[in-house]
């Protein structure tokens, strides 16, 4: 791709990006779905306008790891640390569950493979993709309620991110396991080392940050080595240790979320991520999404991708909670408050594309179920609200 067709493509890019985000947002669907809308419509499945590149590529993978940066910037580790037993084993509840169900679902549709075949871990990929919980739409559901600081509402937000921390650990045994010459043993030694390595730099380098962030408060300096920082641990992570890229940003942005500037350097880091770098990522997956090879057993396993993915969500989490003492309905709406699937989805979904885990026709499964969880949950959380009002 030579420099004007590099300049066209990341305009045309943009544009649609925007325009069909901001049309996804004004009908009250995620703003990531218009998105991969405007990459399916220009690229080659519809109109053909743009092909996928290698430039574009790296474009999104840094797109992916700003992303995974900010997620690691949000999470509240004293929010962690105070619900304690409870959300972490809805927390496992919610991921076993979805694996195991997706893992089943996928191997119903295209037979039962023994393990360590590669077909066993397209499998296990399958429901991997659905261990992740996106809450933002549970959480503005919730505040229009009233009802997001209540335990409820407390109980849903920690277990979505100890959640997605569990599920990037699953991500990283997974795709290790591709590698034929990996063990279980190598890789589980390989994923401690890189999270010792983590902890005993990360501490370090976080009393550095803290030092120069008192110094420096609200200086530009401050997220722009936050960002060396997500791609050096990005780098590191899979370089030498064979663990996903975006599990090293996800790292840094724990490491750093703890500074009185976190929020600043996730605004600065949101600058770039909605300007170029997220419209381009998820853009992309419309880019490589292949429409032209869509039958009627991928329309039927989306159909059932969707519904295990929602009901297996429910039940996992739902059993969980009323086994950690929450009663009758309660247990359910946190059941029902995890169904949401988003970014990270996304995700996981295309790190499985470039690492040969999954085909690209799979990107209409994963797409509908963000769409139909996104617009269900919730509808359903406001109907069990309203019952405990009657």
């Not at 890019?13 to 901001?22: E, M, N, T």
């Not at 743009?50 to 993978?61: K, R």
């Not at 919610?94 to 075949?117: D, Q």
């Not at 059941?335 to 690492?355: D, N, W």
Request: charged letters at 15%; one cysteine or more.
């Amino acid at each position: 791709m030579d420099k004007l067709e590099i300049l066209k493509s990341v305009a045309i890019i943009i544009i649609f990006a925007k325009i069909f985000g901001l049309g996804a947002r004004k009908l009250k669907g995620p703003q990531v779905v218009g998105e991969i809308i405007a990459g399916l419509l220009i690229g080659p499945s519809l109109l053909g306008w743009i092909e996928p590149s290698d430039f574009l590529s790296g474009m999104a993978e840094i797109g992916v790891i700003l992303l995974m940066f900010s997620a690691g910037l949000e999470t509240n580790l004293n929010q962690l640390r105070k619900t304690g037993v409870k959300a972490t084993l809805i927390a496992c509840a919610g991921v076993f569950v979805p694996l195991v169900a997706g893992a089943l679902l996928y191997m119903c549709f295209y037979g039962f493979s023994e393990f360590g075949t590669d077909e066993f871990y397209h499998a296990v990929f399958i429901g991997t993709i659905l261990t992740a919980t996106s809450v933002s739409i549970t959480v503005q559901a919730l505040k229009e309620m009233g009802k997001l600081t209540d335990e409820i509402g407390t109980t849903i937000m920690s277990a979505a991110i100890i959640d997605d921390v569990i599920g990037i650990l699953v991500l990283t045994m997974v795709i290790s396991f591709k590698d034929p010459s990996s063990k279980i043993s190598d890789v589980a030694l390989r994923t401690v080392a890189f999270f010792i390595l983590a902890i005993v730099v990360g501490y370090i380098l976080y009393k550095i940050m803290k030092w120069l962030d008192k110094k420096y408060p609200h200086t530009q300096r401050i997220p722009i080595l936050g960002l060396a920082l997500a791609l050096a641990l990005s780098y590191v992570a899979d370089k030498y240790f064979g663990i996903a890229d975006i599990t090293g940003a996800y790292v840094a942005g724990i490491i750093l979320s703890s500074l009185d500037d976190s929020a600043y350097i996730d605004r600065k880091m949101d600058v770039n991520s909605y300007m170029i770098f997220g419209p381009i990522f998820f853009a992309s997956i419309g880019l490589q999404t292949d429409l032209k090879s869509l039958d009627m057993t991928i329309m039927l396993f989306s159909l059932g991708f969707v519904a295990v993915g929602l009901i297996s969500k429910v039940v996992g989490c739902g059993l969980m909670s009323r086994l950690c003492g929450y009663k009758g309905r309660n247990a359910l709406k946190i059941g029902v408050g995890m169904m949401t699937r988003g970014e990270v989805a996304l995700i996981v979904s295309k790190k499985g594309l470039e690492v040969g885990m999954m085909d690209s026709k799979y990107f209409t499964s994963v797409i509908l179920l963000i769409v139909v969880s996104s617009i269900i949950t919730p509808i359903i959380l406001k109907m069990l609200y309203a019952k405990d009002a009657q």
